[in-house]
């Protein structure tokens, strides 16, 4: 059974930072892409970070550029997406992905900055 489980959502303050995880099973990790997404209300899903599968190449969105930082372990199957100068307008729900023969999300971790 595939399993993406995010965690290390919550409420920080502009400025603050987040380290978000995704702990998976069920599929052979280190051969997958991993990517994180977000989807704020009302608007569509929009991809934040991805990581090849050996974790040599990174890309992100030019909305985070700077400012986010994605890694995974592929001993412990997880994939992290740190989250620094965080502004209100990265308030949403953040989702793991992995691509590979098939693709599986996780259920999503929300993520408010707010004063």
């Known amino acids: 059974q595939v399993q993406l489980v995010e965690s290390g959502g919550g409420l920080v303050q502009p400025g603050g930072s987040l380290r978000l995880s995704c702990g998976t099973s069920?599929?052979?990790?280190?051969?997958?892409?991993m990517s994180w997404y977000r989807q704020a209300p009302g608007k569509e899903r929009e991809l934040v970070a991805v990581?090849?599968?050996?974790?040599?190449?990174?890309n992100y969105a030019d909305s985070v550029k700077g400012r986010f930082t994605i890694s995974r372990d592929n001993g412990k199957n997880t994939v992290y997406l740190q989250m620094n100068s965080l502004k209100p307008e990265d308030t949403a729900v953040y989702y793991c992905?992995?691509?590979?023969?098939?693709?599986?999300w996780g259920q999503g971790t929300q993520v408010t900055v707010s004063s």
């Open positions: 990581i090849s599968a050996t974790g040599g190449t990174t």
């Open positions: 992905n992995a691509r590979g023969s098939k693709a599986f």
């Open positions: 069920g599929f052979t990790f280190s051969i997958y892409v």
